[in-house]
Every structure is written in structure tokens, then in C-alpha cells.
């Protein structure tokens, strides 16, 4: 019986040795797998992080276009506001040109001052001093018609010049808008790719996750079976020794009765026996 249970115990432990192998290759291919999962996770996780990056920057951007599209509207609405006051101004111009006095303005200057020179340096009557002065005041009223002419061109020219300023702000900022949604553009892009590259990660991290999965469940089995497996083992090994132990039982007490006859049969001829087998003989109650 004995040597049945150790030729299987011989058997089991040599499985039990290739089982061990087949534990450390699995072992070995499920710590790969969780290697190359965990390294296309962080591929992926990272790209995700340098995408939400490309987002920020853009909204960033979207609202700085935003507030410069707000600014844009303004600066349009003041054109157009100055666009109307310099049509209406022209049309005033126009206007107050039809009222135009039938002299121009420096023979009207002319004779202001040769009558206000003649007033001042050649005595005259009142009579005529007066319709000398009379005179002026209608020549004056008749030259402001060119000073007010004037006044309205200086006022036109301003306001060319100002909407020449609004024009260039507008520009400005058309090219900044532009300059800007570029930019924009060009962060959506990028974090469309960086999302696109980790979604291209996706069939490859649920291979691995398969195979990860496959390889732990394989793993797991083996485990399984290698515990079994050393549990049989130290069964046989256990039923070894009790039989081991339970044939010297036999042998030990085949031999104490060997003793104990022997040593009786020298008492009974008077001879001497030895302590241990006095020592057996007592133990039996033979003595």
C-alpha cells in the first residue's frame, strides 16, 4: 500500500512541478498584460489630459474673440454713426453753398479793410462815417457766410478724419478676430487629434483587456487546481507516514514480544536479563 501511495505521491509531485511552470508563465504573461493595459491607459489618459488642455485654450480664445466681436459691433455702429452726421454735414454744405453772396470772400475782405482803413485815417462827416460803418456790416454779414462755410469744411475734415480712425480700429480688429479664430482653430485641431488618437487606442485596450482578463481567469484555474493539488499531496503524504508509523507500531511490538519471551525463558533457566528487558517485562506487567 505503501509503495502504491508513494509511486502516486511521485506522480503528483511531478505535476504539481509542471503545474508550478504553467503557474510562473501565467503569472509572468498576466504581469506583462497588466504592464502594456496600465501603458496604453496612460497613453490614452494622457492624451485625454493634453486634449482638455487644447479645449481650454481654445475657449480661451473663443471668448477672447467673443469680446473683441462685441468691440468690432461698437466700432461699426460708430461709423456708421459718424458716416451719417458727415452725409448729413455735406448736405448742409451743399445747402449753405446755394446761399453763397454773389462776391467772393477776399474782395470782401478787401474792402472791409480799405473802409475801416478809410475810417480810421480820413475825417469825414457823420452822415457818411455811418453809411461807411453800415457799409461794413453788411459786407461782414455777407463774409460770414464763408466763415461759417469754413467752421462746417474744418468740422467735415474732422469728421473724415475720424472715420478714417474708425475704419483703421476696424481693420484692427478684423485682423485680430481673424488672427484670434485662427488660433482657436488651430487648438480645436489639435485636441480632435488627441482625442482621435485615443479613441484609436480603444480596440487595443479592449484586446488587452480581454486577453488580461482571459490570462487572470487562467491563472486563477491553475491556482485552483495547483492547491488541489498540494492538498492531495499532503494527504498522501499524511496517509504515508500514519501507515509508516503504524508498521513500526507492529514491528516495535513483534519485537517487545520477542523480548518478552526471550527474557522469560531465561528467568524460567535462571539466568540474568538485561535492563531493557527487565525494563519491557515490567512495562507488560510480566514481572
Known amino acids: 500500500m505503501i ?17 508550478r511552470a504553467d503557474l510562473e508563465r501565467a503569472s509572468g504573461e498576466v504581469r506583462e498584460l497588466a504592464g502594456l493595459r496600465a501603458d496604453l491607459i496612460g497613453r490614452v489618459r494622457e492624451l485625454r489630459r493634453e486634449a482638455a488642455k487644447f479645449r481650454e485654450k481654445r475657449n480661451a480664445l473663443n471668448e477672447e474673440v467673443k469680446s473683441l466681436k462685441a468691440i ?19 448736405h448742409k454744405i451743399r445747402e449753405h453753398w446755394r446761399m453763397r453772396p ?13 473802409l475801416d482803413w478809410r475810417i480810421q485815417t480820413t475825417p ?3 452822415d457818411e462815417e455811418k453809411k461807411i460803418v453800415e457799409r461794413i456790416r453788411s459786407l461782414e454779414r ?9 467752421a462746417m469744411r474744418n468740422e467735415f475734415s474732422i469728421l473724415e478724419d475720424r472715420l478714417k480712425e474708425i475704419r483703421n480700429e476696424i481693420d484692427l ?3 485680430r478676430i481673424a488672427e484670434t479664430a485662427a488660433r482657436s482653430q488651430m487648438f480645436h485641431e ?6 482621435r488618437k485615443a479613441e ?19 491563472l486563477s484555474a491553475l491556482r485552483l487546481k495547483y492547491r488541489e493539488l498540494t492538498n492531495q499531496i499532503s494527504a498522501i503524504k499524511k496517509a504515508i507516514w500514519e501507515e509508516e508509523e503504524r508498521k513500526r507500531a507492529e514491528t516495535l511490538s513483534t519485537l517487545k514480544e520477542k523480548i518478552v519471551k526471550e527474557a522469560l525463558e531465561k528467568l524460567k533457566r535462571g539466568e540474568k536479563i538485561s535492563f531493557e528487558e527487565f525494563k519491557i517485562l515490567a512495562e507488560q506487567g510480566k514481572i
Open 190 to 195: 489639435k485636441m480632435v487629434e488627441c482625442l
Open 200 to 218: 484609436d487606442f480603444k480596440p487595443k485596450v479592449d484586446e488587452i483587456n480581454k486577453k488580461y482578463a482571459e490570462s487572470r481567469k487562467k
Open 3 to 19: 509503495e502504491d501511495l508513494k509511486r502516486k505521491l511521485a506522480g503528483l509531485e511531478r505535476e504539481a512541478s509542471e503545474l
Open 72 to 90: 468690432l459691433a461698437e466700432l461699426k455702429q460708430k461709423y456708421r454713426e459718424s458716416l451719417g452726421s458727415l452725409r448729413e454735414l455735406k
Open 142 to 150: 455777407q463774409l460770414n457766410f464763408y466763415h461759417k462755410l469754413h
Open 124 to 126: 469825414m462827416p457823420l
Open 173 to 175: 480688429y478684423r485682423k
Open 102 to 114: 454773389p462776391r467772393d470772400e477776399d474782395s470782401l475782405k478787401r474792402e472791409i479793410e480799405e
